[in-house]
């Protein structure tokens, strides 16, 4: 671990365990992913403690303050410690309504089912 030396983007985000591998980290970066400072970010580009990464993973969009610079991986416990996450939190989730399961073997649906069913589904 070296502190406040520059690190790339790319092993960094891998150290702080936002990337499975690195080399899905360099993809991120490749797919315009990963954002520095608001710029996007190649994989080499080096980051400094105070710098703002905004990373999409997973499908969600991650707001993140470098604090540490970290070149190998660590555990969980010391990578929560190298960064600030300011990613707002998730809206809740709406529950839906639970679509009923025919019985196997019991033919198509009539009309009124149909109607019923597509209800149910918002069509």
Known sequence: MSDE???RVDAWLW???????????TAAC???HVRVNGERAKAAQ??????????????????LIVRRTLVKR?????????LDDLTPPPPPKTE?????IRDRG????????????????GR
């Open 74 to 82: 660590v555990s969980a416990a010391v990578a929560a410690t190298a």
């Open 96 to 100: 839906q309504a639970a679509v009923p």
């Open 106 to 121: 019991t033919g198509r649906p009539t009309k009124r089912e149909r109607r019923d069913l597509d209800r149910l589904r």
């Open 30 to 32: 490749r797919a315009g």
């Open 5 to 7: 030396a520059p690190v």
């Open 46 to 63: 080096p980051v400094r403690p105070g710098d703002e990464l905004r990373v999409r993973v997973g499908g969600a969009d991650r707001r």
């Open 15 to 25: 150290a702080v365990r936002q990337f499975k591998t690195r080399s899905a980290a």
